[in-house]
Nanobody, 120 residues
Framework: QVQLVEFGGGLVQPGGSLRLSCAAS????????MGWYRQAPGKQRELVAI???????NYADSVKGRFTISRDNARNTAYLQMNSLKPEDTAVYYC??????????????WGQGTQVTVSS
């Protein structure tokens, strides 16, 4: 099994910054992609940003230029640096990872989510 744990959520004023972390652990052989998703009250979960093992990234239009995703492959950890936060960024942020286990099977795992609230 592969577990993901997120850190770094909280309350921040508009224009502020937060950095989220996601650490993967368990029977991991390799992680292909790691991503951040978010879900606001009454809305569907949406993609925020993803990053491949090679460092290629993709962002939702709403966060381009403000958010940066990165990863430390040696530590199986992904980060999301969020700058110039807006009230509409308020949501529960979830980490996702896909890859292969030590046994050779594939996995796709989600973290438990971390609340980000942008409010004055």
């Amino acid at each position: 099994q592969v577990q993901l744990v997120e850190f770094g959520g909280g309350l921040v004023q508009p224009g502020g910054s937060l950095r989220l972390s996601c650490a993967a652990s368990g029977s991991i052989s390799s992680i292909n992609g790691m991503g951040w998703y978010r879900q606001a009250p009454g809305k569907q979960r949406e993609l925020v940003a993803i990053i491949t093992s090679g460092g290629n990234t993709n962002y939702a239009d709403s966060v381009k230029g403000r958010f940066t995703i990165s990863r430390d492959n040696a530590r199986n950890t992904a980060y999301l640096q969020m700058n110039s936060l807006k009230p509409e960024d308020t949501a529960v942020y979830y980490c996702n990872a896909v890859g292969r286990t030590v046994a050779g099977g594939r996995f796709g795992s989600w973290g438990q989510g971390t609340q980000v609230t942008v409010s004055s």
